[in-house]
């Protein structure tokens, strides 16, 4: 019964390159949210997706972020052109479409550096 | 979401239970109170969840006053392992969480 799966776990990209974050929700959950940690800050939510469909992005950047959760296959975040302001740690939860609460299981993150 | 307010740190001897308070005046009739911890670089992980009745789980246990204006995580017996920084957080279910500064709870041996 395996969590949620994120990878990389760690990412270095240069300036201007590009970063892709993969998230697997844990089996039977079609529902999947971004969030990005800074350093030394609380966790802040970027987007929430459900199979296909973009239910929520206030929390992304208007430029350069992108999220897609296709039909076959994980949850993708990516970041064109990353600066050293995307630095951080990017989280990935998902939770059940049949429960009351929708809780959220978090997977481990992804430590993203840009040089 | 509703807004929680909770202290910014506490301490609590390994073995003792550590009760965790929040306040979430403003919360509305159809808002939950989630509990969750953040072990340090480690992914937030999710402890319980609450309506408006007392709950508990192999983790901790929820315990929700009367108005619902304020709640209290109650681990039994702290270990170590449990030193974090705890969240709680009142909103709609399916909604993005909102995270706030949290508690630091240290458990010291």
């Known amino acids: 019964n395996a969590g949620v799966m994120q990878n990389p776990r760690h990412l270095v990209r240069r300036r201007g390159q590009e970063a892709r974050l993969r998230c697997s929700p844990m089996k039977g959950h079609s529902h999947v949210y971004w969030y990005r940690q800074l350093p030394e800050e609380g966790l802040k939510f970027m987007v929430y997706?459900?199979?296909?469909?973009?239910?929520?992005e206030s929390g992304m950047p208007k430029e350069r972020f992108s999220a897609e959760f296709p039909k076959e296959g994980p949850s993708i975040l990516r970041i064109q052109q990353v600066v050293r302001g995307d630095s951080a740690a990017y989280f990935c939860?998902?939770?059940?479409?049949?429960?009351?609460?929708?809780?959220?299981?978090f997977g481990p993150g992804t430590r993203l550096t840009v040089t | 979401d509703a807004k929680t307010t909770q202290p910014p740190s506490m301490d609590c001897a390994e073995g003792r239970a550590a009760n965790l308070p929040c306040n979430h005046s403003?919360?509305?009739?159809?808002?939950?109170v989630y509990w969750y911890r953040q072990i340090h670089s480690q992914g937030p992980q999710y402890i319980i969840h609450g309506l408006k009745n007392n709950e508990t789980n192999e983790m901790a246990s929820l315990i929700i006053t009367e108005d619902r204006k304020s709640s209290t995580l109650i681990l039994p017996h702290a270990t170590l392992r449990d030193t974090a920084v705890y969240y709680c957080i009142a909103n709609n279910a399916g909604n993005m969480l909102t995270f706030g500064g949290g508690t630091r709870l240290m458990v010291k041996p």
């Open positions: 997706l459900q199979k296909e469909n973009i239910i929520d």
């Open positions: 939860a998902s939770s059940p479409p049949n429960r009351e609460a929708y809780e959220q299981y």
């Open positions: 403003t919360i509305s009739g159809n808002e939950y």
